[in-house]
C-alpha cells in the first residue's frame, strides 16, 4: 500500500447515517447484517446525545467560546441537523461526531492551522472514524495528517501519514500534525464514559515545565558557578567584582538563582578575554580536566 501524494486539500461532504435509532428488537433481528452491525457500532458518532457541557468537557473550551465557534456564519464545522440549531429556549445536541469534528477543529487551530480548512479537516476526522467501525475491516492503522501551506499560504496540503506506508513521505521540515486516530481513540472513550455515567478520563497534556538553564546556577551543570563567603553567587575562580564585571561584559545578571540575559552585552576584548580564560581555567581544573601548564 503506498503514500498518498500530496494534494491541495479538497474535501467533498459525506452523506453518512444522522439520528439513527432503531429498538432491541429489531437489532437482534438484523443483528447477523454487517451493514446493520456497523450502523450501531457507529451509533455513538450518529446519534444525537451530547450536550453543550459535555463538548465543553471534551474541548476544554467554555459554552461562551463554543457557541461562537460553532456559529454558522464561521462555517468552521459543518453541523447539520435540528438538534444543533433547536432554536430559541430549547438545547443544543450534538452526534458523537459532531463532538469529534469540533474536538479536531479546536486541536488544529489551537496550534495556529488556518480556520478556513477547519471545516474540510473535521469532515475528514468524522469519516475516519465512521469508516473504522466497517466489519469486514479497515486497512490503515495508526493514521496521522500532515498538513503544510504552499502558494504562499492560498492552498493547503495534507498527506496522510500510517503505519502500511511503504514509502518514506516527502514533508516540509515543518508541518502542522494531528494524530487522527489518537484523537478518535480519545473522543470516543470520553464520550462512553458520559453515556455511562462515568468519570471521563482526561487526556490533556500539561504543559513541560521549563528545564533550569544549564549556565545559570540553578542547574550549575557546567560547574561554573560557587558561592563566595558573603554568600553570593560567583564564577569559580572569579571574585564578587570580576563576577559582575565579566556579568556585565556578557550581557547578564543573577536573579536569585538564575542567569538572565538582560542586554546585548560587550564581549570580546582584552579584559574579557582575561577574565573568561582565568574562570576557565578554575573551572575545568575542578572537572579534572586541568589544562596543560597549570599547577
Known sequence: MG????????????????????TEDEFHELNGDPV??????????????FLVADVCKITGTTPKALEHFVSP???????????VNPGTGRRRVFTGGQVLMIAAAFAMTRIGFPQR???????TVERRAIARENPFGYGQTGL???TFPMNEGDDWNVVYLHDQMEKEPVL???????????????????????????????????DPKPEPNPYSPASNFFRAWDKSESGRWVYVGLTEEET????????????GDDLVIVSEGRRGGERFLELHDKHERERLKRCGMGLEGDD
Open 172 to 206: 516540509p521540515v515543518a508541518v502542522h500534525l494531528l494524530d487522527v486516530d489518537r484523537l478518535i481513540d480519545q473522543v470516543k472513550a470520553q464520550l462512553e464514559a458520559m453515556i455511562a455515567d462515568e468519570e471521563v478520563p482526561d487526556f490533556t497534556v500539561p
Open 36 to 49: 446493520m452491525q456497523m450502523l450501531e457500532a457507529n451509533r455513538i458518532w450518529t446519534h444525537p446525545q
Open 144 to 146: 496521522m495528517f500532515a
Open 73 to 83: 456564519k464561521r462555517d468552521l464545522v459543518r453541523l447539520i441537523g435540528p438538534h
Open 244 to 255: 559582575d564585571e565579566l556579568l556585565e561584559m556578557q550581557g547578564s545578571e543573577i536573579q
Open 3 to 22: 503514500l498518498y501524494k500530496p494534494r491541495a486539500v479538497v474535501f467533498k461532504d459525506s452523506t453518512t447515517a444522522r439520528d439513527f435509532d432503531m
Open 117 to 123: 480548512w477547519t471545516r474540510s479537516l473535521a469532515d
